[in-house]
């Protein structure tokens, strides 16, 4: 009796945490692209700069040395240029994909401040949308199927203890 009620809650829980991930995974595609478009900005300014100097990006990153401040703000840069180059792959995914795509992607959606910032927001709400009564189902099946597995585990080691 309380395996099936633990069962249940399990199931409960699985499909009310993954309600959520449609909402959640816009909320993120959202931010995502204002970062990637912040962050086009500060390349095109970057190339610019360089342009009218003469130089390309990467000899304007040269330009700047490896010492002292410009030398860390060439490796800050290389280093923001860098994740951009990611940021925009994983939004020209994300936006080729659905929101059924999209659970099957979590990697894409793995920056860890653009996650922390959507987590912040982000309000939980009943799903009424089919994605996230679909997601629910999944995550009901998930959670319900894990903890049967998780308790018949436990239940066969102390079957094995006993005999």
């Not at 009218?52 to 840069?77: I, M, N, P, V, Y």
């Not at 280093?79 to 995914?93: K, S, V, Y």
Request: aromatic residues 8%; charged residues 20%.
């Amino acid at each position: 009796m309380i395996g099936r009620a633990l069962v249940l809650a399990g199931g409960i829980a699985g499909a009310g945490t993954l309600s959520q991930f449609p909402e959640f995974s816009q909320q993120y595609l959202q931010r995502l692209a204002g970062q990637v478009d912040t962050l086009d900005r500060i390349e095109a300014d970057f190339d610019r700069s360089a342009a009218k100097s003469g130089l390309s990006r990467d000899a304007a990153l040269e330009a700047l040395g490896t010492t002292g401040f410009s030398g860390q703000h060439a490796r800050d840069l290389r280093a923001t240029f860098a994740r951009a180059e990611g940021l925009r792959n994983d939004l020209a995914i994300l936006r080729l994909a659905g929101p059924y795509e999209r659970l099957m992607m979590p990697h894409r959606l793995a920056d860890p401040a653009l996650v922390q910032a959507t987590w912040a927001d982000f309000a939980p709400a009943l799903p009424l949308t089919t994605e996230g009564a679909v997601c629910a189902g999944i995550g009901f099946g998930l959670g319900w199927g894990g903890l049967v597995a998780l308790l018949a585990l436990l239940s066969a080691q102390f079957r094995r203890r006993t005999a």
